[in-house]
């Protein structure tokens, strides 16, 4: 098992007990597992915001299935085919598909990718979640 560091923190105790709170509510099981995500997900947006960064995620869009999103996202993804790990169609109902798309790439092509699927007319919602293992991405 790898080494852990330990620190300490001050804060106001009204805010360590909203916090204690959330991560009640989160079925955390202590606070140091809660703080390391919290960490984490700092470190991810940090890197997401350098363009240049190898990162990695996912983005999710939702579409209608009649008219020409279908084809017209397909063809976004086929431009970006060396970003895109996997795709996965999900037939969410007589008129809508999900579609998550596992990215990894630089930051700055991920985020132009998912704005580029979003602006599809036809697609109705679009997320992109941004994900880091921390380490360079080879
Ligand atoms: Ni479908």
Same mark, same amino acid.
């Given at each position: 098992?790898e080494q852990l560091a330990r620190f300490g923190v001050s804060m106001a105790p009204e805010l360590l007990e909203q916090f204690d709170? $959330?991560?009640?509510?989160?079925? !955390?099981?202590?606070?140091? %597992?809660?703080?390391?995500? $919290? &960490? *984490? ?9 350098? %363009? ?6 996912? &983005?999710? &869009? &939702? !579409?209608?299935?009649? /008219?020409?999103?279908? *084809? ?8 970006? !085919? *060396? ?6 169609? +999900? ?6 598909? $999900?579609? +998550?798309l596992v990215v990894k790439g630089r930051a700055g092509e991920l985020r132009s990718l998912?704005?580029? +699927?979003?602006?599809?007319?036809? +697609?109705?919602?679009? *997320? $992109?979640?941004? /994900?880091?293992? /921390? %380490?360079?991405?080879?």
């Open positions: 098992m709170a $959330l991560i009640a509510e989160k079925g !955390y099981a202590n606070r140091s %597992e809660a703080i390391r995500d $919290l &960490i *984490r997900g700092a470190v991810a947006e940090r890197r997401w915001e350098d %363009e240049q960064s190898e990162v990695a995620g996912a &983005i999710c &869009i &939702i !579409y209608d299935h009649h /008219g020409n999103a279908g *084809r017209l996202v397909a063809d976004t993804q086929h431009e970006a !085919y *060396r970003s895109i790990v996997s795709t996965t169609h +999900v037939h969410l109902s007589h008129d809508s598909c $999900l579609e +998550v998912a704005d580029a +699927v979003t602006r599809v007319k036809g +697609v109705k919602f679009g *997320r $992109l979640i941004l /994900g880091t293992t /921390g %380490e360079n991405l080879p």
